[in-house]
């Protein structure tokens, strides 16, 4: 009896042990998860640093847009309802190549700050895109 007593006690503390570390894995990986989704909504809100009138976007403004999209398959946001951000860095990017001047740029600024703060308004972030190609 008292061995059946050792063994339950022993299987209890390494469940307990066991139970613990799983814990300490699942926050470390919602930090992450955390993290990568900030850093996705920040690289949406810096794209408009290299934005000016009458000018085709900077380096800048592709790096955010590439970095962005880089991170879109890792972040915990809807899939579908973010992948407009691969057409933007493309749409930025055809923008550059071609020395296109962007106009509205304070309206596209503002949208990129919202868009920033609700990744998943593909109605905002489809509005941003055209405003892009609008010449």
Do not use: C, W
């Amino acid at each position: 009896m008292r061995l059946y007593k050792i063994i339950l006690t022993i299987l209890f503390v390494f469940l307990l042990g066991a139970n613990l570390v799983q814990y300490h894995i699942h926050s470390e990986n919602k930090k992450e998860q955390l993290t990568i989704n900030s850093d996705f909504a920040a690289a949406i809100g810096r794209i408009s640093a290299g934005l000016e009138e009458g000018k085709p976007p900077s380096i800048i403004s592709l790096e955010h847009a590439f970095k962005a999209s880089a991170l879109e398959k890792y972040t915990t946001y809807n899939k579908s309802k973010i992948r407009f951000i691969s057409i933007l860095a493309n749409t930025l990017r055809h923008e550059y190549l071609n020395n296109q001047p962007i106009s509205h740029v304070e309206k596209i600024q503002e949208s990129l700050m919202q868009l920033s703060n609700n990744p998943e308004d593909r109605e905002l972030a489809d509005n941003i895109i055209l405003m892009i190609k609008k010449e």
